[in-house]
């Protein structure tokens, strides 16, 4: 067989590529290296044919010399050519087998595949002047044979080629340290001594301690007028145990700035983040909680103060009872009730994990508030037990006390506290009738205290399953006036407890799936906004903030990427709270009744002090002359039969038209809680739904005996309206 001596310029090249590509051992660089806190620091290679990086812990100050072992990216594999007065005027560009890929007066070429490629120059006169072994990353490819001058010659130096601005690629150098964000940047090394790389890391946490209020709770929600709420809900709280909790477990993107300013721009004022800590904390003794989830929950908290708003941060999932009869984090709260889990080791490690994160962010201001725990309950859901009040309430108290201890702004930092389970106003009730909520705050007394209540009231219609198995509890999309009345009965017991008496409150979560009600009727929707203006009206009549539950599916008000609704019940869900937040709802005026039988009949609405707006709280009635001489005898009683369960207070007024005596009123039912009922004058019938009112109980009776005409009035406080009562018959009787 005859052998062709000559062979064709790609096979030289294949053939020199395959003998000497890969050959080089690469060259030493030495990188100094500061930074201004004590910082891991990594400088590595686009990939390994760069050459080998390194990663040092450096000392604050201190420089550090870091070694890098480099390599070229193309290696010379022609010796170059010196050439009088050459000039390059094409490129080529192989693949290892032989096959041009690209030919051309310039090399700056767009998507160009990741791989080894074979690049040869050529001069005018055709001739072959250099070549070079390029390791492409992919994407665009940009490189020049780079000329030397020598007498009157151009000769090519033996870096003839290029690639991303040096011929050992570009670099990245990353830091991170504890409490500080992340930073990282292109790094682009040479041989031998580099300049110094002096990086500087940004706080994550303020560096020294912020300022703090003087003022209670009440007077900063006030003042700070914080009047709307959003929950952060399934982000930094998802999990899927056993896997450690994470921020996109539950299909939302992460937190952004953008979210936060957009929530502000919507009109919200503070967001709670709840906040899971599965998977990210060690065993016993220290139970050490991850540098890097305590940064993210920073980093979160520092965007919703960055946008304007206040943050609350809690210890979330870990203590749901959602596996029955365990537990999934380490509240082992249904565990410790029967026993199977040791209540001193729980204990120990609340406060050690709140000890640490009241460290972490003990410098932070006043806008940021701590929420102890969130539904912890053994199955218990909607009762509240006293031994398992007593229990939550000693719970509460490992963390306050905790927390206070870390000192500085945690002293007198605003601290949120639940109660158990479904932390209802009736369970929060119950539990403070008997002195089993609000942990000892020592001199702050109840004024840096928050109670944290959730209101999904009723179930059926907000949190029952819009899919339901068996055994679970159907969503329903209809909602009763009675239902609709506690609302503000709920909202009234609250601030009687309460926010009269010095102590803050918020409802923590509360709403309703307006995702799954999105594309139904009108009139489902409607239903809907008005128990949305509702719960909100509620909270801003009687003091307490309102925080919606948002968690990105259901309950999803606003977009996860700019904190905006969408158009549709989204976006009227948004402008209903926002309205019933800020004063602006208007319910929609009672109608009269026209069927109640009885002697006295039907009713009209009082008027208000102004003399011409109605009142309608109160049902009045104009008494005939023969009903003013029944009323006047003595044991004449006022006898109302009711369709619905007395939710409020009420009072008895009568009024002498023609003496002008107007306001006589005496109470005759009074609420407490946790549900007492105080009758003055008056009998209840609770197997009849009856009311008896005995007319020598009114206000000023010797002189209600001597009016020659009377109006009877009966004002009820216990919901929208007197309507609420449900009044089926009413009568004068001896």
């Given amino acids: 067989m005859k052998t062709n001596r000559f062979l064709t310029l790609p096979a030289i090249l294949i053939a020199l590529a395959f003998s000497s590509a890969f050959s080089q051992d690469g060259v030493t660089a030495t990188v100094p290296v500061k930074a201004n806190v004590n910082a891991t620091v990594s400088i590595q290679p686009p990939n ?33 050519q010196g050439l009088a007065n050459a000039a390059v005027s094409n490129y080529s560009l192989f693949s290892l087998n032989g096959k041009q890929v690209w030919q051309g007066a310039s090399i700056s070429q767009a998507n160009i595949a990741q791989g080894v ?29 780079g000329l030397e001058q020598a007498s009157s ?6 870096d003839v080629l290029a690639l991303s601005s040096s ?52 007077q900063y929600f006030t003042d700070e007028e914080v009047k709307a709420g959003w929950n952060l809900g399934n982000t930094l709280d998802a999990v899927n145990v056993p896997s450690a909790a994470s921020e996109t477990a539950w299909g939302n993107p992460k937190a952004s700035q953008a979210l936060f300013n957009g929530l502000k721009a919507s009109g919200i004022d503070i967001v709670r983040i709840p906040c899971t800590w599965i998977g990210h904390v060690d065993g016993a003794p220290d139970y050490t909680i991850s540098e890097a989830r305590l940064k993210r929950v920073a980093e979160v908290v520092n965007m919703v103060h960055n946008a304007g708003m206040k943050a609350i941060i809690n210890i979330h999932h870990d203590g749901n009872y959602t596996q029955p009869p365990n537990t999934w984090g380490f509240l082992k709260f249904a565990e410790v009730t029967r026993g199977a889990a040791n209540e001193s080791q729980v204990k120990a490690q609340l406060a050690a994990m709140w000890t640490q994160i009241a460290n972490y962010f003990k410098n932070y201001g ?34 306050l006390s905790a927390i206070r201890a870390t000192g500085g702004n945690n002293a007198t930092r605003f601290v949120a506290v639940p109660g158990l389970g479904a932390t209802e106003p009736s369970i929060v009730l119950a539990a403070h009738s008997r002195g089993k909520l609000l942990p000892n705050d020592g001199d702050n007394g109840v004024s840096k205290l928050i109670v944290s209540v959730h209101f999904y009231a009723p179930s059926a219609y ?45 409802y923590g979560e509360w709403g309703a799936p307006t995702n799954v009600r999105s594309a139904m009727n009108e009139t489902v929707k409607s239903t809907h906004v008005d128990y949305i203006s509702r719960v909100a009206a509620a909270a801003h009549a009687n003091g307490i903030v309102p925080i919606i539950w948002d968690d990105g599916g259901d309950f999803k008000m606003l977009e996860r990427s700019n904190g905006i609704p969408k158009t549709g019940l989204w976006a009227d869900v948004l402008a209903a709270y926002m309205t019933a937040a800020n004063g602006g709802y208007v319910p929609p005026a009672p109608v009269l009744p026209t069927n109640i039988t009885g002697n006295l009949g039907n009713y009209q609405f009082g008027t208000q002090e102004n003399g011409t707006d109605p009142d309608y709280t109160q049902a009045l009635w104009n008494l005939s002359p023969e009903n003013v001489t029944l009323a006047k005898q003595e044991g004449a009683k006022l006898v109302l039969h009711l369709s619905e369960f007395l939710a409020g207070n009420i009072q008895l007024v009568w009024q002498g038209p023609t003496n002008e005596s107007w306001w006589n009123m005496r109470q005759i039912l009074e609420l407490t809680p946790p549900g007492n009922m105080n009758l003055y004058g008056t009998d209840w019938d609770w197997s009849t739904n009856t009311l008896t009112i005995y007319l020598s109980a009114a206000e000023n009776y010797e002189s209600f005996k001597t009016q020659p005409d009377l109006n009877l009035i009966i004002a009820y406080y216990g919901g929208s309206s007197v309507n609420d009562l449900g009044i089926i018959s009413a009568s004068l009787v001896e």
Avoid: C
């Fill in 167 to 218: 011929v050992y690629g570009e670099w990245t150098v990353k830091a991170s340290a504890a409490k500080h964000y992340d930073t990282s940047y292109a790094f682009s090394p040479v041989e031998g001594l580099n300049d110094l790389q002096n990086i500087t890391l940004r706080s994550v946490v303020p560096t020294a301690p912020e300022a703090m209020t003087e003022k209670t709770a009440i």
């Fill in 366 to 399: 006043d806008y940021l508030i701590f929420e102890t725990m969130n539904e912890v309950h053994s199955g218990n859901w909607g009762s509240a037990p006293t031994a398992e009040q007593d229990r939550l309430f000693d719970w509460n108290q490992t963390a």
């Fill in 462 to 506: 907000t949190v029952a399953s819009a899919t339901p198995t068996q055994g679970n509890e159907p969503l329903r999309h209809t909602i009763t006036t009675a239902e609709l009345n506690a609302i503000n009965t709920e909202a009234a017991h609250i601030k009687s407890t309460f926010i009269d008496n010095g102590i803050a409150v918020y």
């Fill in 117 to 145: 490629y074979i690049l040869s120059a050529k001069a005018a006169n055709g001739k072959t002047i250099g070549t070079k072994l390029v390791a492409h990353n992919g994407g665009k490819l940009s490189a020049a044979f």
């Fill in 48 to 80: 390994a044919s760069y050459g080998t990086g390194a990663v040092h812990d450096v000392t604050a100050g201190v420089e550090e010399e870091f070694t890098l072992t480099l390599k070229e990216g193309s290696v010379p594999i022609l010796q170059p």
């Fill in 153 to 158: 010659a151009s000769v090519l130096r033996k």
